[in-house]
């Protein structure tokens, strides 16, 4: 899969340089131990989807391992649209990357003066496509809640990594993974919802991501009248699920059809459907929304 990178300008630690050019030295300890915590937010048709939520997540993210933004909310938020105009883009995955900085080979953090910061945005299509997928149950089990607290977006995605590839080779599109516990975390790069009895459940965040997206169908399933609940769900569950999805900024919301080769209604769930009727909306909302171009000048 080609990636371009013509006509794309990134923010790299207060410069805005050709993407072509952006470098990354090989001793920044987000290279060398994966030190550092990145968000992955939406534009669409000319505006960012709820990017407070977003920024706010990042800086939890950050300060739960030590690291401080070099930039406030509303600056760094000016710097994401700065990009994005730069880089001439309507529709995007933007990506706000946080370093530990460069330093000296070794774990201890002191041996980095200050963070790096970086800022790219580039078309992207959806992570796992439009179409409804097929997906496994992983033997790969999900670090947190007893290594690194799942709500921290770091830049070690290994254990997703070695998930997804058991999904490529058993020829499916993602992979589910368990947390500690044995119960349903979440997918390689999603969170997930299940329909069980006519309720839309969705597992705890103790070892899944708190995704943005996910707040917004858990809003939109309250708001519609939905029966809904978080909570643990076994794996066992998920083969008598009148339907399951899975949602992310990087996704939207995808159907998954068939899980561990147990078939699934989700491609005709009506409930399912209103479900994405109402986050393609909410993309739209003004109250989710900022548009670029009010924040930049020119």
């Given amino acids: 899969m080609s990636f371009e990178l013509e006509g794309l300008v990134v923010y790299a630690d207060g410069d805005y340089v050709d993407a072509r050019e952006a470098r990354v030295s090989i001793f920044d300890h987000g290279l060398l131990y994966g030190d550092g915590v990145f968000e992955g937010l939406r534009l669409f048709d000319g505006s960012l989807f709820r990017p407070r939520d977003h920024l706010a997540r990042l800086e939890r993210s950050a300060r739960s391992i030590g690291l401080e933004l070099p930039l406030d909310a509303d600056r ?16 995007a995955h933007v990506r706000p990357i946080l370093t530990r900085g460069f330093g000296m080979p070794g774990l201890d953090p002191a041996r980095c003066e200050r963070p790096s910061l970086f800022v790219a945005a580039y078309p992207f299509p959806p992570l796992l ?17 007893r290594s690194l ?37 979440e997918c390689t790069a999603a969170n997930l ?27 939109l399933a309250l708001e519609q009248g939905i029966p809904f609940a978080e909570r643990d769900v076994w794996p066992m569950e998920l083969y008598v699920a009148e339907a399951m999805f899975a949602t992310g900024s990087g996704a939207g919301i995808v159907p998954i059809a068939e899980v561990d080769g147990v078939a699934l209604g989700s491609a005709d769930n009506a409930v399912l459907a209103a479900l994405r009727e109402g986050y393609q909306r909410a993309t739209r909302d003004p109250r989710y929304l900022v548009a670029v171009s009010e924040r930049v000048s020119r």
């Fill in 193 to 219: 919802f299940v329909f069980l009895d006519g309720v839309l459940v969705t597992p705890t965040t103790r070892a899944a991501l708190p995704g943005i997206t996910r707040r917004t169908l858990i809003e």
């Fill in 129 to 145: 496509g439009s179409d409804p997928i097929s997906v496994l149950v992983s033997s790969v089990v999900r670090k947190a809640p």
């Fill in 76 to 91: 760094l938020l000016e710097v994401i649209c700065e990009v994005i105009v730069r880089s001439g883009l309507r529709d």
């Fill in 149 to 185: 607290g799942a709500h921290v977006k770091s830049l070690n995605y290994l254990d997703a990594v070695v998930a997804k590839r058991q999904a490529s080779a058993a020829g499916m599109q993602d992979a589910i993974m368990l947390d500690v516990f044995g119960a349903v975390a």
